[in-house]
């Protein structure tokens, strides 16, 4: 099989007018535990900084355990240059990029720095920031878990307890 006879395949297995085509995905799919860990993420309370562009919203977060950022170190971010990895590492992984379009309705194709995004297209943080800014609201299984806590694994239940009172 050649490169050409491949791609053919591969297009005709796409192609919408077949029956049984694959779908393409444009967006990201958003699973439980990313509506669990933004939930979280966004009852932290950590202090963001935003910075205000034409049509998007640039949102600089605090990696890790920390709560808060300085301007400083947002513009240490955006116009450093770096002899050393360890420089550049010490100051890009302690800030989180995220860029939100203003129109609420496009918050799917935000973006961020973080590793988890760079993988999967989506993180914690996308959806934690569109929980605050209250571009969508959370399905209630995702706010059944305490904070700080990770979910257990397998289907969530739907029924309540016996014997508590509701």
């Given at each position: 099989m050649t490169y050409t006879d491949d791609s053919i395949t591969?297009?005709?297995?796409?192609?919408?007018?077949?029956?049984?085509?694959k779908?393409?995905?444009h967006q990201p799919t958003l699973t439980l535990s990313y509506w669990t860990d933004g939930y979280n993420w966004a009852k932290q309370n950590k202090e963001v900084i935003s910075i205000p562009q034409s049509d998007k919203i640039?949102?600089?977060l605090p990696a890790g355990e920390e709560t808060t950022i300085s301007e400083k170190e947002v513009k240490r971010y955006d116009n450093c240059r770096f002899n050393l990895?360890?420089?550049?590492?010490?100051v890009y992984f302690k800030i989180w990029c995220l860029c939100l379009s203003n129109n609420p309705e496009e918050w799917r194709t935000a973006t961020c720095t973080c590793p988890s995004f760079l993988k999967s297209y989506?993180?914690?943080?996308?959806v934690g920031m569109c929980i605050r800014l209250k571009y969508c609201k959370p399905?209630?299984?995702?706010?059944?878990?305490?904070?700080?806590?990770?979910?257990?694994?397998?289907?969530?239940s739907k029924a309540r307890k016996a014997l508590l009172l509701q």
């Open positions: 591969t297009s005709k297995e796409r192609s919408p007018s077949r029956v049984n085509a779908k393409f995905e640039i949102y600089y990895f360890d420089t550049y590492k010490s989506v993180c914690k943080h996308i399905p209630p299984e995702a706010k059944n878990v305490a904070i700080g806590t990770k979910r257990k694994r397998g289907r969530p």
